[in-house]
């Protein structure tokens, strides 16, 4: 059972572009939702992550925007660069646990 | 070193052979997990220790799979009697549960022959 659906599989945008990520989830007892970014031959690294109790966090060029009553959240990345160019991973856990459930994963690529 | 490390970048085997993944998390993190990367299937978690407290298990595919933690620090993954399905990237992470943020390491790829 895929408790973290993460769309689309693969993305290509321009430079400049708008990217965007979405990943929507079952259980509502999930209360933390980070985003991993990895580059090839790397691990993932914590990109952004967001609680519940705001529905959009900023930092820098990316973005989470979260829908509680949709059970969706996704990733905004703006003026996207060629160094974004990586695999993105939703993730989601629940207090308690502290084992993240990890979607898919989304290739982006950004051409210059 | 600052990050996690693991140990081997590449392990090429033969199939029914075991092999012994290790990972080495970084330093105060209680902790630690294992994951698997195979192509177009995201993570997939398989193990998970906290500090003394019985480890959770509940996402290894099968009993050929074991994981332990010596000392509260470093851990191994051991696959035995290694099947082709078995290739893939094994992360290991660590991190401080308060934070909710996972330090993966560069990934033991595995190619079953």
């Known amino acids: 059972q895929q408790q973290v659906k993460q769309s689309p599989q693969s993305l290509i945008v321009q430079k400049g572009g708008i990217s965007i990520i979405n990943c929507a989830y079952e259980?509502?007892?999930?209360?933390?939702f980070p985003w991993y970014q990895q580059f090839p031959g790397k691990g993932p690294a914590l990109l952004i992550a967001i609680r519940p109790d705001v529905s959009e966090k900023k930092e820098g060029r990316f973005t989470i925007s979260f829908n509680k009553s949709a059970k969706q959240f996704s990733l905004h990345i703006m003026d996207s660069q060629p160094g974004d160019s990586a695999t993105y991973f939703c993730?989601?856990?629940?207090?308690?646990?502290?084992?993240?459930?990890f979607g898919r994963g989304t290739s982006l690529i950004v051409h210059p | 070193g600052a990050g996690v490390s693991q140990s081997p970048s590449n392990k090429v085997t033969e199939k029914g052979k075991d092999v012994e993944l290790r990972c080495d998390p970084i330093s105060g993190h209680t902790a630690l997990y294992w994951y698997r990367q195979s192509l177009g299937q995201g993570l997939e978690f398989l193990i998970y220790?906290?500090?003394?407290?019985?480890?959770?298990k509940s996402g290894l595919p099968s009993d050929r799979f074991s994981a332990e933690r010596t000392g509260g620090s470093v851990s191994t993954l051991t696959i035995q009697r290694t099947q082709q399905e078995d290739s893939a990237v094994y992360l290991c992470a660590s991190s401080v549960l308060e934070t909710g943020e996972l330090f993966f390491g560069e990934g033991s790829r595995l190619t079953v022959l």
């Open positions: 220790f906290q500090g003394n407290s019985a480890p959770d």
């Open positions: 259980n509502t007892a999930f209360d933390y």
């Open positions: 993730a989601a856990s629940e207090g308690g646990s502290y084992i993240p459930t």
